[in-house]
């Protein structure tokens, strides 16, 4: 197996479907990797924070690995998140993840508690020596301590293992930081939909991980599309059409909005890792009845610029 996959393009952030009982639905999860590959994705992101990473046993995170890289075509890289709160767990996890057929991995902070710059350094430095796929540093700062750009492109000169980053920051500084030196020859991820079409079209990004191309994937790929044409009038209808989404999708708590989603399409079940007060059951169900019209403008207009089905 390559140690050094071809990364790059549109790669879908993927769910964990679970039952009543909070147990994985596998069979779901193996058909949900298969439709995303059948619609264009170019590679899958497992056990990241689309996933719930943190809700996830050890068992579990090998599991979806396994599954997603049976159910994906080769073409298709498995990019495995390996995100605990210690150094040790983040190794253990890297290691199952490329035992179960991961190419690559996702790595953020050590979650909970807060770490300085030099903390960071250790522990990505320890990561790096530990592991046996490519890492890219996962910068996740709603969740984890941030990872300054500099602290992100020393890593990336001292560390041969670390290829580059999936910035889900929702700021452009990192990006436009690792493009301005062609040189280092890293991978750069966009992983907040909200500043992909801006990525985009400054070159700023070598692919998305994307959480909506989870649940339309048919919408980051043809945003991605036409960003390699230049085709600058489609970018701005579907920057519209993205930024509408991502809206109604976010007036939920992550991955929520999503799962929801996920269901309306008929691509999986989701058990949220908390009740829905009355107050959020409202509001998926006004996401439910928003998507309806949306996913009919976004068909009628773009079907026929889908990426075939395979």
């Known amino acids: 197996m390559s140690r050094n996959p071809a990364l790059g393009g549109v790669i879908a952030a993927v769910l964990l479907p679970r039952d009543e009982e909070g147990r994985p639905r596998w069979d779901d999860f193996g058909h949900l990797v298969d439709f995303l590959s059948r619609h264009g994705i170019d590679g899958?992101?497992?056990?990241?924070?689309?996933?719930?990473?943190?809700?996830a046993s050890v068992e579990e995170r090998r599991t979806a690995v396994a599954v997603a890289r049976r159910a994906a075509p080769a073409r298709c890289p498995v990019i495995a998140?390996?995100?605990?709160?210690?150094?040790?767990?983040t190794v253990r996890l890297a290691a199952e993840a490329e035992a179960a057929g991961?190419?690559?991995?996702?790595?953020?902070?050590?979650?909970f508690f807060y770490y300085a710059v030099e903390d960071i350094?250790?522990?990505?430095?320890?990561?790096?020596?530990a592991v046996g796929r490519p890492i890219l540093i996962y910068r996740l700062p709603a969740f984890v301590s941030d990872v300054h750009p500099d602290t992100a492109e020393k890593l990336i000169r001292a560390c041969p293992q670390i290829v580059g980053v999936k910035d889900s920051s929702g700021r452009l500084d990192l990006l436009e930081q690792l493009t301005a030196d062609p040189s280092l020859n890293s991978h750069r991820f966009v992983g907040n939909d909200n500043v992909l079409v801006d990525a985009i079209r400054r070159g700023l990004c070598?692919?998305?991980?994307?959480?909506v191309a989870c649940v339309v994937p048919e919408l980051i790929t043809a945003i991605w599309d036409a960003g390699q044409r230049g085709d600058s009038e489609a970018l701005d209808e579907l920057g519209r059409l993205?930024?509408?989404?991502?809206?109604?999708?976010?007036?939920?708590?992550?991955?929520?909005?999503?799962?929801?989603?996920?269901?309306?399409?008929g691509l999986c079940r989701c058990l949220p890792a908390?009740?829905?007060?009355?107050?959020?059951q409202q509001q998926a169900e006004a996401l439910r009845r928003w998507f309806e019209p949306w996913w009919e403008n976004f068909a009628g207009k773009y079907s026929s610029t889908a990426r075939p089905s395979a």
């Open 121 to 129: 350094e250790a522990f990505y430095q320890a990561a790096a020596a």
């Open 274 to 280: 908390v009740p829905l007060s009355p107050r959020r």
């Open 206 to 211: 070598d692919g998305v991980i994307s959480g």
């Open 44 to 55: 899958v992101c497992v056990n990241g924070a689309t996933g719930e990473y943190a809700r």
């Open 81 to 89: 998140g390996a995100g605990s709160a210690s150094t040790d767990l």
């Open 102 to 111: 991961a190419e690559a991995h996702l790595i953020p902070p050590p979650h």
């Open 242 to 265: 993205l930024a509408e989404a991502v809206a109604w999708i976010d007036s939920l708590p992550a991955p929520i909005g999503l799962e929801v989603l996920a269901g309306v399409r």
